[in-house]
């Protein structure tokens, strides 16, 4: 069974950083495009960054230099560093991955979430 546990939430102040972390756990043979998606009460799930399996990086538009996304694939493991955080961040954090569960057989699993909040 593969799942994607996530930690590092929490409550922060304006200005602040957290480090999210999201592990890979289970029987796999590699893991592809690893993601950090996030959905704010009322508004749709927005893409924040994605690193593929080579290290490429894509970032929101909304991000401006302030989060960094990395992964350890000996780990099976993706961070998302998030630095000068802003009010407007405050959302459930997910992580996503494309999972080879086998030769030719790729499968996307999602985490459960990780509440981030940005208030003074």
């Known amino acids: 069974q593969v799942q994607l546990v996530e930690s590092g939430g929490g409550l922060v102040q304006p200005g602040g950083s957290l480090r999210l972390s999201c592990a890979v756990s289970g029987s796999i043979v590699g893991l592809n495009d690893m993601n950090w998606y996030r959905q704010a009460p009322g508004k749709e799930r927005e893409l924040v960054a994605q690193i593929s399996s080579t290290h490429d990086r894509n970032y929101g538009d909304f991000v401006k230099g302030r989060f960094t996304i990395s992964r350890d694939n000996d780990k099976k493991t993706v961070y998302l560093q998030m630095d000068n955080l802003k009010p407007e961040d405050t959302a459930i954090y997910l992580c996503?991955?494309?999972?080879?569960?086998?030769?030719?057989?790729?499968?996307?699993?999602w985490g459960q979430g990780a509440q981030v909040t940005v208030s003074s």
């Open positions: 996503s991955a494309e999972v080879m569960v086998d030769y030719g057989i790729n499968v996307i699993y």
